[in-house]
């Protein structure tokens, strides 16, 4: 089977911009999560999404926003990217939301906001 | 919040084994221990995870006290490959759950 990917891998924005990230799970995997990644703060939670719907988010503000498709594919949008956005942002997939077990992370996304 | 407690960074040298502890004091009943390791700027990749015993795979062993406040993972035979930050986290088994990491272990790896 064919991993988490990510895209795209790496992209530069400037303050003020909008920026949509790409995640496409696992083949039969329903469950997105995504994670903004910081050497201050670590690994935090974003959002989950199970059946095209969000079902947890993490404390960020408005600006971060998700959708998932039917076909299980996710993507997240950050507007008015502030410097502080710039982060590696990983996306993670399970097969069902409503059980633990594994996730399985993409390389993420790298974004750098100038 | 994160609810686990790890040692900021630790060495091993190479071919001996590496034991990372996990504090989990305020752990629940249905949580369960899960381990990933994030190699340099890569996807976290789980390694093992368990509920109260203790658990073995091609990987890694995970040793989980009896009160189930603490847990070690163990790698036997740690390799230069193993450099890497390796995170404790603690989730329960059903339900919508937010996924907290905390700020891992370092491990170093030394020749």
């Known amino acids: 089977k064919a991993g988490v990917t990510q895209t795209p891998r790496y992209l530069i924005k400037t303050r003020g911009q909008q920026v949509t990230l790409s995640c496409s799970p696992i083949s039969g995997h329903r469950s997105v999560s995504w994670y903004q990644q910081t050497p201050g703060q670590g690994l935090q939670f974003l959002f989950e999404y199970f059946s095209e719907t969000q079902r947890n988010k993490g404390n960020f503000p408005g600006r971060f926003s998700g959708r998932q498709f039917s076909n299980s594919r996710s993507e997240m949008n950050v507007s008015t990217l502030e410097l502080g956005d710039s982060a590696l942002y990983l996306c993670?997939?399970?097969?069902?939301?409503?059980?633990?077990?594994?996730?399985?992370f993409g390389e993420g996304s790298r974004l750098t906001v100038l | 919040d994160a609810k686990t407690t790890q040692p900021p960074s630790m060495d091993c040298a190479e071919g001996r084994a590496a034991n990372l502890p996990c504090n989990h004091s305020t752990i629940s009943g249905n949580e369960y221990v899960y381990w990933y390791r994030q190699i340099h700027s890569q996807g976290p990749q789980y390694i093992i995870h368990g509920l109260k015993n203790n658990e073995t795979n091609e990987m890694a062993s995970l040793i989980i006290t009896e009160d189930r406040k603490s847990s070690t993972l163990i790698l036997p035979h740690a390799t230069l490959r193993d450099t890497a930050v390796y995170y404790c986290i603690v989730r329960p088994s059903g339900g919508y759950q937010k996924v907290t990491f905390g700020t891992g272990t370092k491990l170093q790896v030394i020749p």
């Open positions: 993670a997939s399970k097969e069902r939301a409503e059980q633990g077990g594994e996730l399985f």
